[in-house]
């Protein structure tokens, strides 16, 4: 197998002119996210005009040529597994594609699995071997060598007769239009700003804590995202959870009191006075203002008898129609569908995926 490696503003030119001329895009990225809170691009892949096209970003000049041209005429990008991929090219071009092909997803509603790997559905579908020996490579180092280009050109080779196999099976079997009501909701969900606000209620222990404790736990989840986002490190580089519900309980006031919690010394020494202005900030709201109690799914008397009611429904459907369970409801669906049964299904909040689109046509709740 060859490749072409572009790694000179020269050598893109010609393919951005390829490229402008294809209403489809078959792409992968490598990328490296360990340290920082934004993924670092590492390498682009494009199939194009059967040739393997392995793209440095890390050298080119004009790489926003590239975004330019990627993100022109609304192609259809295809991947596989395309989370990770989205939040890349949204990082690095600040753009996001308005269709988009998962070969992973289509190969879920086709019965393969609710997620299947790369290389494994290459074998069921290609009869053909991916090595997935250079998995840990650091995709920011130079100069990479053979094996890593051949393995990262592998990931693009074949997504071409994996998306004419997917979308002739989702036609026959007629789940294309499901199929795309998922791609569609996938970008939906890619372009929702975070809510600084609602950050503290995916804080892990949040539940525990009473509401002039939530105040606080609310301003500390909003200075430590906003201090991931400005230093560009994970949050939990930053403070971890368990650290934040701590913080909210005992909420010190001094950093002698600060220094009773068993924060890490470089993290006191950095942070102390943000930690305890956010503190501070939590503890003056008005009390009407106040978080109200986190309940969790079990504190519903009628939630495991509800769940399991539901489940047996997702099960039956989901056999019937060739779904993996995880894709028609996983407990997250049924979660959020039982927890807007029990509030009252407010007629003006959107309504859980299960009883929305193709689900519901499944389902039938």
């Not at 222990?205 to 500390?220: F, H, I």
């Not at 950093?255 to 503190?279: K, T």
């Not at 407990?331 to 299904?345: A, D, P, T, V």
């Amino acid at each position: 197998m060859s490749y072409s490696y572009i790694d000179s503003d020269i050598l893109l030119k010609p393919l951005l002119a390829q490229i402008s001329l294809t209403p489809t895009l078959l792409l992968d990225t490598e990328f490296i996210r360990v340290s920082t809170y934004f993924p670092k691009l590492g390498l682009l892949q494009l199939h194009l005009n059967s040739v393997d096209y392995l793209i440095d970003p890390l050298v080119l000049n004009n790489i926003q040529s590239l975004w330019d041209t990627l993100f022109a005429d609304n192609k259809l990008f295809i991947f596989h597994s395309c989370k990770e991929d989205l939040d890349v090219l949204q990082t690095c071009s600040q753009q996001l594609p308005t269709k988009i092909f998962d070969t992973q997803v289509a190969a879920a509603f086709l019965g393969y699995g609710p997620s299947l790997g790369y290389a494994a559905l290459v074998e069921k579908i290609c009869a053909e071997t991916v090595s997935k020996d250079q998995t840990l490579t650091d995709w920011l180092a130079r100069p990479l060598t053979e094996a890593q280009k051949y393995y990262a050109a592998k990931d693009v080779s074949y997504l071409q007769p994996l998306y004419e196999h997917l979308t002739y099976h989702l036609d026959s079997r007629g789940k294309t239009e499901w199929f795309a009501e998922e791609m569609a909701a996938l970008l939906t969900a890619k372009q929702q700003p975070i809510v600084l606000d609602s950050l503290y209620k995916d804080i892990n222990g949040a539940w525990q804590l009473y509401p002039s404790e939530l105040a606080v736990l609310r301003e500390l989840a909003k200075w430590r995202y906003t201090t991931a986002i400005s230093e560009d490190r994970p949050q939990n580089f930053i403070l971890r959870e368990e650290f934040l519900v701590e913080l909210s309980r005992k909420r010190p006031q001094t950093e002698r009191e600060l220094a009773q919690i068993d924060i890490a010394p470089q993290q006191r020494s950095r942070y102390g006075s943000a930690i305890l202005q956010s503190i501070q900030t939590g503890m003056s709201q008005a009390t009407e203002s106040y978080p109200a109690r986190i309940k969790r799914m079990i504190d519903f008397p009628q939630y495991k008898q509800d769940f399991k009611q539901i489940k047996q429904v997702i099960d039956v459907a989901a056999e019937n129609n060739t779904l993996p369970v995880e894709l028609l409801g996983s407990r997250k669906l049924i979660n959020q569908y039982l927890l807007w049964c029990y509030e009252g299904k407010d007629i003006n909040a959107e309504k859980p995926k299960l009883i929305s689109g193709w689900r519901n046509t499944v389902l039938k709740l």
